[in-house]
C-alpha cells in the first residue's frame, strides 16, 4: 500500500510540474505526434505528422526558453539570428563563424537539385535575411550590396515600436514568405511570419506562424532565435519583452529521429535560464554575440540526430 501511495505521490508531482514549466508544451507536442501522428511521405522521406499547434514563453525577467531535455546549441542559433539580420544570405559567412546548419541547402549539389544552377555554392538565394531587409528588391547573388533595395520590413517595425504614438498599431508584421521570389529561394521559408504587439505601452509579444517544422531538430532553435528576436528587439526599442507565442502548421518528426525522440520525452526539464543583453546599439545591424550574456543554463546531454535535407 505505501508503495502504491507514493507512486500515486509521485505521478501528482509530475502533473504538477507539467503544469507549471513550459518546457512541457514541447515535450507534449513530441508525444501527441508520436501517438496521434499521421503516416506521411514527403518531399525528403518519411515523417509522423500532426497538424496545427501552439506554444507560449514567458520572456519576462529575462527569461529565456532554450530547450533543456537536451543540449540546445544557442550560440549557433544566436549566430543564425544575426545572420538573418544582416540580411545576409551567404552560407560562407556562417561557416567561418562555425556555423553549418545550412551546409546541406546551399551545396553544389542540393542548388542543382532545385534548379539554382546559376547560384554559386553557399548562396541561398533571396531567403529570410534578405526579405526582411530587402523583401522583393531584385535580387542577383549573395556578393552583391542592396542598400536603398525593397522594402526593409524589420527597420519598419522597429521605427514603429520606437514611437509610443504608434507602437500599439496591430500591423507590426514582418513576412518572409514571398511568392514573387519562392523559385530563387534555396529553400521556401519555413517560419514564415512573424508579428510584434505591444500591451500595457511596454509589453512586447512576438507571435510566429510556422509552416513547417522538423520538431526533433528544428524546433528548439526556432524557440531559441525568436525569443532571442524579442529579447534583443524589446531592448533596443527601449521595451520589455513579455511573451513568445508559436504556431505551427505541419508538425513532423522523421522515421530517422523517433528512438531519439522516445528518447527526450523520458527526460525531465531544468528551469529555464535568463538572457542579458549587455548594450543598447545604434542601429540593430551591430549587435554581434558578446552582446549577449546566457545565465545558468543547464541540460540534459545533446542528442545526436542527422538533419534531413
Known amino acids: 500500500m505505501l508503495t502504491k501511495v507514493l507512486n500515486i505521490n509521485k505521478h501528482k508531482d509530475r502533473n504538477k510540474e507539467e503544469k507549471l514549466h513550459e518546457e512541457y508544451q514541447y515535450i507534449n507536442l513530441l508525444k501527441d505526434i508520436l501517438d496521434e501522428g499521421f503516416l506521411q511521405n514527403g518531399r525528403n522521406g518519411k515523417t509522423l505528422c500532426c497538424i496545427g499547434s501552439a506554444m507560449h514563453f514567458s520572456l519576462e525577467n529575462g527569461k529565456i ?54 547560384l554559386e555554392e553557399g548562396d541561398i538565394g533571396p531567403g529570410y535575411g534578405f526579405q526582411w531587409r530587402h523583401f522583393n528588391g531584385h535580387y542577383t547573388t549573395c556578393n552583391d550590396k542592396y542598400t536603398g533595395i525593397g522594402i526593409d520590413q524589420l527597420q519598419s517595425a522597429i521605427d514603429i515600436l520606437k514611437d509610443p504614438t504608434r507602437r500599439n498599431s496591430r500591423r507590426i508584421i514582418v513576412s518572409a514568405w514571398n511568392p514573387c521570389q519562392l523559385s530563387q529561394m534555396a529553400l521556401p521559408p519555413c517560419h514564415l511570419i512573424f508579428h510584434f504587439i505591444v500591451k500595457n505601452e511596454n509589453r512586447l509579444s512576438c507571435i510566429m506562424y510556422q509552416r513547417s517544422v522538423d520538431t526533433m531538430l528544428g524546433l528548439p532553435f526556432n524557440i531559441a532565435s525568436y525569443s532571442f528576436l524579442t529579447h534583443l528587439i524589446a531592448k533596443h526599442c527601449g521595451l520589455e519583452a513579455y511573451e513568445f507565442i508559436h504556431y505551427s502548421g505541419n508538425s513532423h518528426i522523421y522515421e530517422s529521429h523517433i528512438e531519439q525522440v522516445q528518447t527526450q ?41 542527422k538533419m534531413i535535407v
Open 65 to 118: 526558453p532554450i530547450l533543456t531535455t537536451k543540449k540546445t546549441a544557442w550560440k549557433t542559433c544566436l549566430k543564425e539570428l544575426l545572420w538573418f539580420i544582416a540580411g545576409d544570405t551567404d552560407n560562407k559567412n556562417l561557416q567561418s563563424k562555425k556555423v553549418h546548419i545550412w551546409d546541406g541547402n546551399s551545396s553544389r549539389e542540393y542548388l542543382d537539385s532545385v534548379g539554382l544552377t546559376r
Open 265 to 305: 520525452i523520458m527526460r525531465r526539464p531544468y528551469e529555464f535560464p535568463t538572457l542579458d543583453i549587455l548594450d543598447t546599439k545604434e542601429n540593430i545591424n551591430d549587435y554581434t554575440i558578446d552582446d549577449f550574456r546566457i545565465n545558468n543554463y543547464n541540460s540534459h546531454p545533446r542528442i545526436k540526430a
